[in-house]
Each structure stands twice: as C-alpha cells, then as structure tokens.
C-alpha cells in the first residue's frame, strides 16, 4: 500500500552511538513523516517534510535530526542515541495535493521500526 | 492546547458484541481519520472522515464536525477486531500535521 518501506526493521544499539532509520516511498509523495510511539502516548509526531530539503520540527523533535535530499528518501537521524529514545518508529506519506485533503487522500503508514538503545 | 481525547482507554467485548469508541478533538479540522493497529503493530487505515457518516462492512463512523467529535462504530465483533483504534485529526491551521490520541485498546474474546 502506497510503497512505503522502513529499514531497518529492528535495531538495537548502544547510548552514545548515531543511528539513521530511512523511509522509502515509490509514489513521489510531497509530504512525508516521522513519528515515534510509546505506551499510553499514541503516535508523536517527530519532524516532518513538505518537499526535498523543506523539513519542519514536530511536536517531539529534540535529539532528532531529519534529511530529505530526495523525493523518494526521508531519513531520521538520533545524533547520539539514549534510551528514552528507545521506541517504534513510524514513517508517513501524505497523499495531500495543494494543502487540500480530498476524499481518498489520508495517510498512509509504513510497517515501523523498533529501536532499542541499550 | 489542541487536544485529541479518545474513549474508553480500555474495552473487552466477548465475540458478537457491538461497541462505539469516541474520539473528541479541541479545534476545527480538515482531516479526520481512524486506524486499527493489529497485534503485529501495523496500523491499518479505516476511515478518512472529516465528516458526515461512512460504512464498511462491520464498521461504521460517524464525525460531527460542528460538535468536534467522530465515533466509531462496531457491529458484531470478531476476534480479528482486537487491537488499538486511533483516532487522528489535522487541525485548521495545522499545516497538515496528523495528531493522534492515545487510543482504545480493544480485546474481543470468543
């Protein structure tokens, strides 16, 4: 649904260490984001884009970074990782054209990664 | 703030049960949508309703814009319905950005 792919699926590391997660999307979606869930917290958004190299911080953005240097490619950057940010992650595209939602165009998730940061 | 509220936190149906889960939301929205996240995390995109009512199959829902709340709607509940539903909005203003509530976590039992 919508070609969206995360990698890696699951990944444990150790604090201190970088971690990148990449998003993959096939259908030049405009609108791309990431979001970490946690229990009894929903889905937070993290950072968000609106095009390549167009990117803005989401509602849980400290420690993270994003790039977007392609249409297709929107990366999730954890500097130096700690164990709070031990989460899943999520991926989205949104079928958005022109600012306006119509009927059909929602969000579209991808399968999430598990991060653990030891 | 902007808010999302969704309730009950928790529901536990037996088989063939139906059910209603509430979603209430602070602000004016463009975009309204409820997701099902089964046992193995994937979340699953029931239904875009900013508003008015849509069905399919065994659920339904229902958005009163005006009043800032949307419910959902499950008729004869299938183990296969377990899971947490989400409820997610774009706020007036909001620059496109999908904020979620906390959700429902739903256990049907046979």
């Known amino acids: 649904d919508a070609g969206i792919t995360q990698s890696p699926r699951h990944k444990v590391t150790e604090t201190g260490t970088p971690v990148t997660l990449r998003c993959h999307q096939t259908e030049n979606h405009r609108y791309m984001y990431w979001y970490r869930q946690d229990p009894g917290h929903g889905l937070r958004l993290i950072h968000y884009?609106?095009?390549?190299?167009?990117?803005d911080k989401g509602e849980v953005s400290d420690g993270y970074s994003v790039s977007r240097s392609k249409t297709e490619d929107f990366l999730l950057t954890l500097e130096s990782a700690t164990s709070s940010q031990t989460s899943v992650y999520f991926c989205?595209?949104?079928?958005?054209?022109?600012?306006?939602?119509?009927?059909?165009?929602?969000?579209?998730f991808g399968s999430g990664t598990r991060l653990t940061v030891v | 703030g902007i808010q999302v509220e969704q309730s009950p936190p928790d529901l536990i149906l037996q088989e063939g049960a139906n059910s209603t889960l509430r979603c209430n939301f602070s602000?004016?929205?463009?975009?309204l949508q409820w997701f099902h996240q089964n046992p193995w995390g994937q979340l699953i995109n029931l239904f875009y309703i900013p508003s008015g009512t849509k069905q399919n199959g065994r659920l339904s829902a229902t958005t009163v814009a005006t009043e800032r709340y949307s419910l959902l709607y499950i008729s004869s509940s299938q183990t296969t319905d377990s899971g947490v539903y989400f409820c997610a909005v774009v706020f007036s203003g909001g620059y496109n950005k999908l904020i979620f509530g906390a959700g429902t976590r739903l256990a049907v039992h046979p």
């Open positions: 989205a595209i949104s079928k958005l054209r022109d600012r306006v939602h119509t009927e059909g165009h929602g969000y579209t």
């Open positions: 884009s609106y095009g390549v190299k167009d990117t």
């Open positions: 602000d004016s929205v463009n975009n």
